[in-house]
């Protein structure tokens, strides 16, 4: 199963890293996505991970504060957030799938795991 973890409270400024790691699966083998859903907002797309950890993609507004890597060795894939505002506050979940083309773009994942919140206090 596919969990998400490391999320907590944080001022804005500050930083958080959330690790996603599977114990029946080996991640190695998928592309690795972050999403999150704040309250009352549809889920977005933060950024996927090759299965390789070669690649990398962002949504726009996460470019530059958030790094998603991975370490295939511990099977876990690993999101930091720097620079932390209110509005990065949400549930947020990894999820995996076979890398075919739309991994990078956030659609098709198969896989999903329990999200942990990310709250950012002003």
């Known amino acids: 199963q596919l969990q998400a973890s490391g999320g907590g409270l944080v001022q804005a400024g500050g930083s958080l890293r959330l690790s996603c790691a599977d114990s029946?699966?080996?991640?190695?083998?998928?592309?690795v996505g972050w999403f999150r859903q704040a309250p009352g907002k549809e889920r977005e797309f933060v950024g996927a991970i090759s299965l390789s950890g070669g690649s990398t993609y962002y949504a726009d507004s996460m470019k530059g504060r958030f790094t998603i890597s991975r370490d295939n060795a511990k099977n876990t894939v690993f999101l930091q957030m720097d620079s932390l505002k209110p509005d990065d506050t949400a549930v947020y979940y990894c999820?995996?799938?076979?890398?075919?083309?739309?991994w990078g773009r956030g659609v098709g994942y198969a896989y999903w795991g329990q999200g942990t919140l990310v709250t950012v206090s002003s």
């Open positions: 029946g699966r080996t991640l190695t083998i998928y592309a």
């Open positions: 999820a995996a799938r076979r890398q075919t083309p739309g």
